[in-house]
DNA sequence: CCTACCGATCGGTAGG
DNA sequence: CCTACCGATCGGTAGG
């Protein structure tokens, strides 16, 4: 492997030695041998974008036509390039798609962080349960339906293909992801305005709103914030 | 095709001659040349029981392991066949996915019809909404994770597989399940019991059962029926 | 990242 | 329904 840039592309990190949520290597300090200003190849200066548009053409591929109907090759050739290339970024067809989901979620996450920050910020707090939902819910509706839903689709449905060790990696992620709900449900039931165990209403919600991946489509007439608030009335109830 | 017994497995249909939901053709009645008491041969007597066979291992694995992800050889060693003998009984792989997505709606809407038959029977009427999607609900979830289970998951979840044509006349079938429950949701809706409008409502609660594939398991605690009443709860509200 | 290639698997068929 | 087989495709690799 003469040919490959000094400096590796680590990421393509190998499900079997990531043993937990922790797992998420954030790029490795370039490790520099020649001493002064580094110059960089071009294939150096490159491969991150490279390795992005891999990951973009996947999830779009995988998310139309599903992970088991979409070769490597379709990947490489949606981006230029030739049929084995891929494989120099991600070690095999299940690290990609690996990554492709993983990036789904972490992208999920970070949008709800910087949503409930931005909340707190402006002083909403759970003596308005509702409110809180809703904004959960919206965002979640914009997550699967908005920029980047390809992603958190593929992610949504290829759950099969992955191995135990990526399953578990990724079901971490999603605790993260739905741990900012328990309480605001809590609160609801509290109050009287939500008709079952929080738990289940949980499950019972999300899987209404991840289902509209099957049938939602932006055109059909409808948005998407009006099935998020639908969805708000239908299991909120006013209060007592 | 010499071999072929005098009764040729008909149901080989293409899905390219079956222009509307009325094409789930009932088994041909058998065109008998011999005269007098006719002797069927070994093979005659199997060929239905063999095709279920196929039918329900392919329904298994294909919800198992997906359908891309599983072999016609998987689907014939499951049946103690050889790899070439379910393309005579299925044209092709795609036919045969299509025969047991159309068997799982099928046998969704005679339960569902039985049900709203004994229903009728015993004057359970529009009087009383929520007890009848009480009993629409409980059905579709013994439906989702009782007998069979497997032919209506693989339906709801190999969607993509299908050609246009499949797709259309699985859309029937499954018009005529849902088209029961649109007055009891608009019944419900009248009375103020629920908190949107009912064709969304519909879909939602579609999504919220139909996701319970993802995360519902019968040895986990919870039974599936109690999975039904906590949506039931959910979304149903205390007559005003 | 390209070239050239390999071994395996797969859907499907002819012929009995 | 079995036998024997074919053409195509696919994930992946060596070597530069």
């Not at 053409?57 to 049929?83: H, K, N, P, Y």
């Not at 759970?126 to 965002?139: A, C, F, S």
Request: charged share 25%; glycine share 8%; aromatic share 6%.
């Amino acid at each position: 492997m003469s040919w490959k840039p000094t400096e590796p592309a680590t990421d393509k990190s190998n499900p079997g030695d990531a043993v937990g949520p922790s797992a998420q290597c954030p790029p490795a300090a370039p490790v520099r041998r020649g001493r002064g200003r580094p110059r960089k190849t071009a294939a150096e200066r490159d491969e991150g974008n490279r390795r992005r548009e891999l990951l973009h053409a996947a999830a779009r591929l995988f998310c139309e036509q599903g992970f088991d109907a979409t070769s490597t090759r379709d990947v490489a050739a949606a981006v230029g390039m030739q049929s084995g290339s891929p494989f120099y970024h991600f070690r095999t067809k299940g690290d990609l798609l690996f990554a492709v989901m993983r990036q789904g979620m972490q992208d999920a996450i970070e949008r709800q962080t910087r949503l409930l920050k931005s909340l707190r910020k402006s002083e909403q707090t759970m003596d308005d349960p509702r409110g809180l939902l809703r904004h959960l819910i919206q965002q979640h509706v914009r997550i699967l339906h908005g920029r980047g839903q390809a992603f958190i689709q593929v992610m949504l449905h290829e759950w099969r293909a992955l191995n135990a060790v990526q399953q578990a990696e990724l079901k971490a992620l999603q605790r993260d992801y739905e741990a900012p709900w328990e309480p605001v449900l809590q609160a609801l039931h509290q109050r009287g305005q939500l008709g079952c165990e929080p738990g289940l209403a949980r499950l019972l919600v999300f899987g209404a709103l991840n289902w509209s991946m099957h049938w939602y489509s932006p055109r059909k007439g409808g948005s998407a914030s009006e099935m998020g608030d639908a969805l708000l009335g239908l299991i909120v109830r006013p209060a007592p």
